[in-house]
Nanobody, 124 residues
Framework: QVRLVESGGGLVQAGGSLRLSCAASGLPFSGYALGWFRQAPGKAREFVARIGWSGGLTYYADSVKGRFTISRDNAKNTVYLQMSTLKPEDTAVYYC?????????????????WGQGTQVTVSS
């Protein structure tokens, strides 16, 4: 059974930093691309970042480029999202997702497995 478990969310002031982690089990981790998405209340789930299976190819949403960094540790079956210079508009539930597909990296339907999410709240 595939499991993705996010952690590291919380309440932070604007301008602060958080690091999210997502631990995976039940899948050949190094063979999957990993993504982070987020969903704010009343809004659709949106793409944040993606990292390829080897960690050498990354993509970011324009809204987080230069502030967020995605990385992975295949030895630990874990993907990370380092978030800096956080803004109130970054407030959302953050989800990690895994895919073996090479389809559009920003499309939620391209991902096979999802975690339960972790709440990030940025106060102004």
């Amino acid at each position: 059974q595939v499991r993705l478990v996010e952690s590291g969310g919380g309440l932070v002031q604007a301008g602060g930093s958080l690091r999210l982690s997502c631990a995976a089990s039940g899948l050949p981790f190094s063979g999957y691309a990993l993504g982070w998405f987020r969903q704010a209340p009343g809004k659709a789930r949106e793409f944040v970042a993606r990292i390829g299976w080897s960690g050498g190819l990354t993509y970011y949403a324009d809204s987080v480029k230069g502030r967020f960094t995605i990385s992975r540790d295949n030895a630990k079956n874990t993907v990370y999202l380092q978030m800096s210079t956080l803004k109130p508009e970054d407030t959302a539930v953050y989800y990690c997702a895994a895919t073996a597909s090479s389809g559009p990296y920003y499309n939620t339907r391209n991902y096979d497995h999802w975690g339960q999410g972790t709440q990030v709240t940025v106060s102004s």
